[in-house]
């Protein structure tokens, strides 16, 4: 049982286009969303959380959507680079919990 | 370098033989983590512990897995009979009080032949 889905599998975009990285949960006991960036041959390295109580964060060139109602959560990347090209994995955890849920991941690539 | 270090960065090793990787955590996190990531998917949480204490264990952490943290600073994490569907990355993180403030090493890549 995925407890954390997450589309699209891969995504190409052009510089300075905003893509967009969706995923949803089930179990409403999560209650921190993390991101996290994956370069190859890297470890995931966390880009931004949000918790439910809050509906978007913004750091940077990264934001996240929160729509607690739907069970859903969003990473836009505004004026993306080449540089951006990674893959990117959502999670989710519960607090009281010691481990972290990830998605399957999103192979972003931005062309130059 | 201040991170998660991991050793060895790579290892193949033939079917049946016995593997054994170490994970030097962040100093002062008191919290470190096992994961395991397979190619196209996300990282699977595999045990963790608090200090020496080993706190949880995945169903994916089978009888021939074993983690040990002996003094509460580096881990290793031990392989016993390899099979080919133990071929993936193991990565290692550490933390301060929280799962959700992680730090991730660049993990381990075994290749079982």
């Known amino acids: 049982q995925q407890q954390v889905k997450q589309s699209p599998q891969s995504l190409i975009v052009q510089k300075g286009g905003i893509p967009i990285i969706n995923c949803a949960y089930e179990n409403t006991a999560f209650d921190y969303f993390p991101w996290y960036q994956q370069f190859p041959g890297k470890g995931p390295a966390l880009l931004i959380a949000i918790r439910p109580d809050v509906s978007e964060k913004k750091e940077g060139r990264f934001t996240i959507s929160f729509n607690k109602s739907a069970k859903q959560f969003s990473l836009h990347i505004m004026d993306s680079q080449p540089g951006d090209s990674a893959t990117y994995f959502c999670?989710?955890?519960?607090?009281?919990?010691?481990?972290?849920?990830f998605g399957k991941g999103t192979r972003l690539h931005i062309l130059p | 370098d201040t991170g998660v270090s991991q050793d060895p960065r790579h290892k193949i090793t033939k079917r049946g033989q016995n593997v054994t990787f170490r994970c030097d955590p962040i100093?002062?996190?008191?919290?470190l983590y096992w994961y395991r990531q397979t190619l196209g998917q996300g990282p699977e949480f595999l045990t963790y512990?608090?200090?020496?204490?080993?706190?949880?264990k995945s169903r994916l952490l089978s009888d021939r897995f074993s983690a040990e943290r002996p003094k509460g600073s580096f881990s290793t994490l031990e392989i016993q009979r390899t099979e080919q569907g133990d071929s993936a990355m193991y990565l290692c993180?550490?933390?301060?009080?929280?799962?959700?403030?992680?730090?991730f090493g660049q993990g381990t890549r075994l290749t079982v032949v």
């Open positions: 993180a550490s933390s301060l009080d929280r799962a959700t403030e992680a730090f």
């Open positions: 100093s002062e996190h008191n919290r």
């Open positions: 512990f608090q200090n020496e204490a080993q706190l949880e």
């Open positions: 999670a989710a955890s519960k607090v009281r919990d010691d481990k972290i849920i």
